[in-house]
Structure formats: C-alpha cells, structure tokens
C-alpha cells in the first residue's frame, strides 16, 4: 500500500525553524520525484518546493527561497523541509506528493495534478 505520511508540524513563533519529515512506504522512493505543497485557509494549494529523484534539481517558490531547503534519504525512505525563518504568512497544511520520475519534469514542479501519491498534511503555524 503506497503512504506518504508528513510529521514535524507544530505552532512557532515568527523567525523560528520547523523540519518537516515525510515518511514514504510502499513504493520505491528513489523512482519518485518528491513536491512539498502547502494550503492556507482559504486560499489555493500551491506548490513550495520539489527535488528531483536523485537530488541533482532542487525547485524553491519566491515566497521561500532562501529560507526553506528540500533534501531527501533515498535508503530511508525519507523527504525533508527544512525551514526556517518562518512568518505568519507560512502558516498553512503541508503536504508531501510524489510523481514518478521518469515521467516528471522540472516544469511540473508545482503542477498539482501531476503528482500521483499525497499524504494527509501536517499543520504549521506561524504565530506570536
């Protein structure tokens, strides 16, 4: 049974630091590209960050460049957020998705409908 399963959400306060990690199962990560997309309330998904499956292309959103790093643990099983100097304005779910790689492009980076596997989302918020 494909999973993606994120962790590490919380409440932190402005210029604070989250990891988020998503745990894959059920498939073999290392085929996959890997998408890190996010929700606030009442707005629209929107894709933050992706990393290729062998690591070589990492893709940042404006709003995070610079303060959010993607990586991922092939033997592991594991996909990560880094991110820090938060602000109130990254508050929202977070999901992790997968797409398979040999049928992925950079391009489709934040293209929602590409990605074949989600998790369930992990809340982050951002707030004094």
């Known amino acids: 049974q494909v999973q993606l399963v994120e962790s590490g959400g919380g409440l932190v306060q402005p210029g604070g630091s989250l990891t988020l990690s998503c745990a894959a199962s059920?498939?073999?990560?290392?085929?996959?590209?890997i998408a890190w997309f996010r929700q606030a309330p009442g707005k629209e998904r929107e894709g933050v960050s992706c990393?290729?499956?062998?690591?070589?292309?990492?893709i940042y959103a404006d709003p995070v460049k610079g303060r959010f790093t993607i990586s991922r643990d092939n033997v592991n099983n594991m996909v990560y957020l880094q991110m820090d100097n938060l602000k109130p304005e990254d508050t929202a779910i977070y999901y992790c998705?997968?797409?398979?790689?040999?049928?992925?492009?950079?391009?489709?980076?934040?293209?929602?409908?590409?990605?074949?596997?989600w998790g369930q989302g992990t809340q982050v918020t951002v707030s004094s």
């Open positions: 998705a997968a797409k398979y790689a040999h049928s992925w492009a950079p391009s489709w980076c934040d293209v929602i409908p590409k990605y074949d596997y």
């Open positions: 059920g498939f073999t990560l290392s085929d996959y590209a």
């Open positions: 990393i290729s499956s062998n690591s070589a292309t990492r």
